[in-house]
């Protein structure tokens, strides 16, 4: 891995040389699922079944190590049940490694959005990797269904009120505005998608709740 991938990897996390704990020197900047969603190369439910150590190409640069996943489910980008997919992550935590904190025995099911950094496949301790059994029946809609619809919109956090926004093609977000983990009504249950415009108008977008019509038996089906 290069040290140009290494540091796109690290993109949308800042990095805090601190004294102390290293463990604290991986700060994630907030990031709504949708966001998540659309910037990730590839989207998938999967099962951790193995890590394997990576080479550092040399002693300056980070150790790697590499998941395999067996892929149950495929929302964007490649792999189709039964694939195996093989992702990246920086092994260190105090440099946004991801370690998976569950068996590696593919038992359990995760939702996993993925960035291509040059030919592998990345995920960092930023990057949404979630067990599925905990990702609410909305979130689920907005994965199969509703995120995708909304990538030419943005999503903007705000740390402030007013939330400053420079076009009406953005959405504020402001779930961290109560919770500092960002994980409010806003990140759970809504997506920032297009609305209906007038000719020459400018695109427009806007929250959608996508719960009313997703029920809790349509998000366990198979094919979601």
């Known amino acids: 891995m290069s040290p140009v991938a290494s540091s796109r990897l690290l993109a949308g996390a800042i990095l805090a040389l601190v004294l102390g704990d290293p463990t604290d020197a991986c700060t994630c900047m907030p990031r709504h699922p ?11 439910r999967g099962k951790f079944v193995g890590v394997t150590p990576l080479s550092p190409s ?3 640069f980070p150790s ?13 980008g490649i792999g189709s049940p039964g694939d195996v997919l093989f992702i990246d992550s920086l092994e260190e935590e105090s440099l946004c490694g991801y370690r998976h904190p569950g ?7 995760y939702l996993i959005m993925a960035e291509r950094q040059g030919k592998p496949l ?3 301790l930023c990057s949404f990797v979630r067990l599925w059994g905990r990702v609410p029946p909305s979130q689920r809609r907005g994965v199969s269904q ?7 919109c943005e999503v903007v956090p705000c740390h402030s009120m007013p939330c400053k926004l420079s076009g009406n093609a953005q959405c504020p977000w402001t779930d961290g505005l109560q919770d500092w983990n960002w994980q ?10 297009p609305r209906p415009s007038q000719p020459l108008e400018d695109s427009f977008c806007a929250w959608e709740t996508l719960e009313d019509s997703f029920s809790e038996a349509t998000a366990n089906s198979p094919g979601l």
């Open 58 to 60: 040399g002693e300056e």
């Open 184 to 193: 409010g009504p806003q990140a759970e249950r809504q997506a920032c998608l």
């Open 122 to 124: 990345t995920i960092s």
């Open 34 to 44: 949708q966001t998540a969603f659309c910037q990730a190369d590839v989207v998938i």
């Open 64 to 76: 790697w190590i590499r998941y395999e996943i067996n892929v149950t489910k495929t929302y964007k």
């Open 146 to 152: 509703a995120y995708g619809e909304g990538c030419a």
């Open 103 to 109: 068996p590696l025995d593919g038992k359990e099911e």
